[in-house]
């Protein structure tokens, strides 16, 4: 009773300020980015399914899809890439430098010490098993043939955990009626014995989805399924689920997405504790004459680990989809991507964050 009396005779004031200290307590951790602009890829159209990662300490991007002729509701054709760009520590400019062994793009791209893993990805005609090392030594770039994956595959997740590599869902063929339900790792300490093929996750074979690390864990979040509509047309249906696997514990359901995040950057970046996914297609401008199209979702989300819950984590300047995320220097950098649908972008975002 003593205690209750004393709460009692707090001021108006004072009740106001104690019931505002949750809120400001979750805003102190809320994960926040102050986005700035780096020099624009040096392309007329810009490129979306780039890869993108960070060798001998400079930003490489390369390779992607354009409409370079005519947007696709004139007509356009959608051409693939073997162009490949550098932006070095405190230039001004990108460089070009040697090419892609193979046009294409819509891969996973993951940094190592040795250089830029580029993993799969595809073209018009068919999808890739290949995966490159690319390596800038100050002069030029090299590519060298890494274990290739078990099956062709693009528009797939994937990420580093630690000194695994993980790939999950994608498409074995451009035309292909079904996404693909399977996840592989590769051993960083053990490449000679390949991708190892995991159990699939407790949910629908996906495209388009993000990838993510934590801990030992790797994270998959959203994409889109391929099912076929009454007429026998394929269509996407939108996924809002989230998965989390451990060596030790295989897959696990996590909580659903506030929405749905269709082809976000690549990578969920763990900022402050949470993975956060940035921007992608909502699904809400489907059927949308793309001349109308207003872009894509530019607000933030952020998954807690620990508390297995999703928050908005306020907005972007930009909303890209169908591009990577890479970290470069202290900063995450999306370069460029698709802006609307069939318009590409030639800007490249980056904010400071203090890792993990």
Same mark, same amino acid.
């Given at each position: 009773m003593h205690a209750a009396a004393q709460i009692m005779r707090f001021t108006p004031i004072a009740v106001c300020l104690f019931a505002f200290l949750p809120a400001l307590a979750e805003a102190a951790s809320t994960p926040s980015l102050a986005w700035t602009r780096l020099p624009d890829i040096p392309d007329r159209e810009g490129f979306a399914g780039s890869h993108a990662g960070?060798? #001998?300490g400079a930003l490489l991007v390369a390779g992607g899809a354009n409409f370079p002729h005519k947007r696709p509701w004139e007509g356009g054709t959608?051409?693939?890439?073997?162009?490949a760009f550098l932006l070095e520590p405190g230039a001004v400019a990108w460089r070009t430098v040697e090419r892609l062994p193979a !046009?294409? #793009?819509y891969g996973v791209s993951v940094t190592l010490d040795e250089g830029v893993l580029l993993i799969g990805g595809g073209d018009a005609h068919q999808n890739f098993s290949t995966v490159w090392l690319v390596r800038w030594d100050g002069r030029q770039l090299s590519y060298i043939a890494w274990p290739a994956l078990p099956r062709p595959l693009a528009l797939m997740a994937g990420a580093r955990v630690g000194r695994t590599i993980y790939v999950a869902g994608g498409l074995e063929r451009p035309e292909a009626t079904r996404a693909s339900h399977a996840a592989y790792r590769l051993d960083l300490d053990a490449r000679d014995k390949g991708?190892?093929?995991?159990?699939a996750w407790p949910g629908p074979e996906r495209i388009l989805s993000? #990838?993510? !690390?934590?801990g030992d !864990?790797?994270?998959?979040?959203s994409g889109a399924r391929l099912v076929a509509d009454a007429t026998g047309k394929i269509t996407r249906e939108w996924l809002r689920d989230a998965y989390r696997f451990t060596p030790a514990g295989g897959w696990q359901r996590l909580a659903d997405l506030p929405r749905v995040a269709v082809a976000a950057p690549a990578l969920a970046p763990l900022v402050q504790g949470k993975l956060l996914v940035l921007g992608g297609d909502d699904g809400a401008q489907l059927g949308v004459d793309p001349t109308a199209h207003r872009g894509f979702p530019r607000d933030m989300l952020a998954y807690d680990p620990d508390a297995n819950t999703w928050s908005r984590t306020g907005e972007m300047p930009f909303s890209l989809v169908t591009t990577s995320l890479a970290i470069w220097r202290g900063q995450l950098v999306v370069p460029g991507g698709e802006a609307r649908p069939g318009v590409r972008s030639t800007q490249v975002w980056a904010a400071p964050f203090s890792g993990r």
């Open positions: 960070v060798t #001998g959608k051409v693939w890439h073997d162009k !046009a294409g #793009g991708w190892q093929e995991l159990p993000v #990838g993510g !690390a934590q !864990a790797f994270y998959l979040f």
